[in-house]
T-cell receptor, first 114, second 113 residues
Framework: DAGITQSPRYKITETGRQVTLMCHQT?????MFWYRQDLGHGLRLIYY???????DKGEVPDGYVVSRSKTENFPLTLESATRSQTSVYFC?????????????FGQGTRLTVV | AQSVTQLDSHVSVSEGTPVLLRCNYS??????LFWYVQHPNKGLQLLLK??????LVKGINGFEAEFKKSETSFHLTKPSAHMSDAAEYFC???????????FGKGTKLSVIP
């Protein structure tokens, strides 16, 4: 299917475990992003990638790791999950270029750390 | 640096009455501005975007927004609310030369029958 998909949609994990959230897009967009959404904070950028093998930190990167070996995939790993990482995570992608290029968002992954 | 302030965390309107969701932005350079909508347990969908071609921007589902540089505002309006408009709305800014989208904290719109 065309578009941007995240998996899993829901995940419960225990404190201290490693967990990876997957993001896949079919448009060959250059830019990909990971955001977390928390009540009262809107969406905050965790990491972004401008192209394969190019990643950089956003506003709240601590405790997260990303990689981008292929243009279409941008996994987000929580190395040792903490309860403060309970959140809804959104992946987004955007074609490179113009200032007004919109970003497209996945459906989100609701992660609960117990 | 860029920032967005959504002036109301919650707006409640009656079905058939006008909707006004307020957004003020701060950006060092001419920004791009967007409104996204999020229905419950769904992803974010683009409503409209400011492209500098016109200050009044028309979006989907009857929504409009007006860019006012002098007031640094980008308020979202709709003449007549529908029950299906109940959702959370995010005002988003991207500064010139910036990769990053900066989100407001969101405004939850409730529509009363």
């Amino acid at each position: 299917d065309a578009g941007i998909t995240q998996s899993p949609r829901y995940k419960i994990t225990e404190t201290g475990r490693q967990v990876t959230l997957m993001c896949h897009q079919t448009w060959s967009h250059s830019y990909m992003f990971w955001y977390r959404q928390d009540l009262g904070h809107g969406l905050r950028l965790i990491y972004y990638s401008a192209a394969a093998d190019i990643t950089d930190k956003g506003e709240v990167p601590d405790g997260y790791v990303v990689s981008r070996s292929k243009t279409e995939n941008f996994p987000l790993t929580l190395e040792s999950a903490t309860r403060s990482q309970t959140s809804v995570y959104f992946c987004a992608s955007r074609a490179g270029g113009g200032l007004n290029t919109e970003a497209f968002f996945g459906q989100g992954t609701r992660l609960t750390v117990v | 640096a860029q920032s967005v302030t959504q002036l109301d965390s919650h707006v409640s309107v009656s079905e058939g009455t006008p909707v006004l969701l307020r957004c003020n932005y701060s950006s060092s350079y001419s920004p791009s501005l967007f409104w996204y909508v999020q229905h419950p347990n769904k992803g974010l969908q683009l409503l409209l975007k400011y492209t500098s071609a016109a200050t009044l921007v028309k979006g989907i589902n009857g929504f409009e927004a007006e860019f006012k540089k002098s007031e640094t505002s980008f308020h979202l309006t709709k003449p007549s609310a529908h029950m299906s408009d109940a959702a959370e709305y995010f005002c988003v800014v991207r500064g010139a030369g910036s990769y990053q989208l900066t989100f407001g904290k969101g405004t939850k719109l409730s529509v009363i029958p």
